[in-house]
């Protein structure tokens, strides 16, 4: 079992920054990818960003320059910088960790206000 705890999220407006953070109940060290994900008012959920145990990283097009995923292992961590927002980032963003049968955090809300 791995517990993800997000938190972070806000109101904020347009232009504006937030950080998040994914705190797991175990080493992720051995966890190869972990990932956000959000999910807009009365749409699917969709891909954010994610990263791997060695540093790789990948980006959905709308983020990509504005948004960065970084992970410490030693802590247990995984943060997501999110820079230049706008009101299309607004959401519930999610925590994964890719591993097992897959596992997912309870999200936390961003709003982007113009």
């Known amino acids: 079992q791995v517990h993800l705890v997000e938190s972070g999220g806000g109101l904020v407006q347009a232009g504006g920054s937030l950080r998040l953070s994914c705190a797991a109940s175990?080493?992720?060290?051995?966890?190869?990818?972990m990932g956000w994900y959000r999910q807009a008012p009365g749409k699917q959920r969709e891909f954010v960003a994610l990263?791997?145990?060695?540093?790789?990283?990948n980006y959905a097009d709308s983020v990509k320059g504005r948004f960065t995923i970084s992970r410490d292992n030693a802590k247990n961590t995984v943060d997501l910088q999110m820079n230049s927002l706008k009101r299309e980032d607004t959401g519930v963003y999610y925590c994964?960790?890719?591993?097992?049968?897959?596992?997912w955090g309870q999200g936390t809300q961003v709003t982007v206000s113009s």
């Open positions: 175990v080493n992720i060290f051995s966890i190869t990818v």
């Open positions: 990263i791997t145990n060695i540093g790789t990283t």
């Open positions: 994964s960790a890719l591993t097992g049968p897959g596992y």
